[in-house]
């Protein structure tokens, strides 16, 4: 299973962009999607969780900013930030628990893709 994140680059404060991840591999079924960060000397945080109902969680720094949705269909998770601060700079992660063909379910990860907020 992999899982390759797209969208990162760099934006004016105020801006917006979209972060995409798809899941691939051979896999059972997707569980909680997720997006995480981590600035250069800080831990890697949680920005927004969606479960496989739907139901989203949202760090406080985020909320009314961000929104994270999924395509069950397509394997895939997005998240969509707007009005974005210099602070929301960071690597962001993807993250999946997904239950494998063996019957296990373990978290997974993304490469990583770059968020720069700057003028």
């Known amino acids: 299973v992999q899982l390759q994140a797209s969208g990162g680059g760099l934006v004016q404060p105020g801006g917006s962009l979209r972060l995409s991840c798809a899941a691939s591999?051979?896999?059972?079924?997707?569980?909680?999607l997720g997006w995480y960060r981590q600035a250069p000397g800080n831990q890697r945080e949680l920005v927004a969780t969606i479960t496989g109902g739907g139901s989203t969680n949202y760090a406080a720094s985020v909320k009314g900013r961000f929104t994270i949705s999924r395509d069950n269909a397509k394997n895939t998770v997005s998240l969509q930030m707007n009005s974005l601060k210099p602070e929301d700079t960071a690597v962001y992660y993807c993250?999946?628990?997904?239950?494998?063909?063996?019957?296990?379910?373990?978290?997974?990860w993304g490469q990583g893709t770059q968020v720069t907020v700057s003028s």
């Open positions: 993250n999946a628990y997904i239950l494998d063909t063996w019957g296990f379910q373990r978290p997974y």
């Open positions: 591999g051979k896999m059972l079924s997707i569980n909680t």
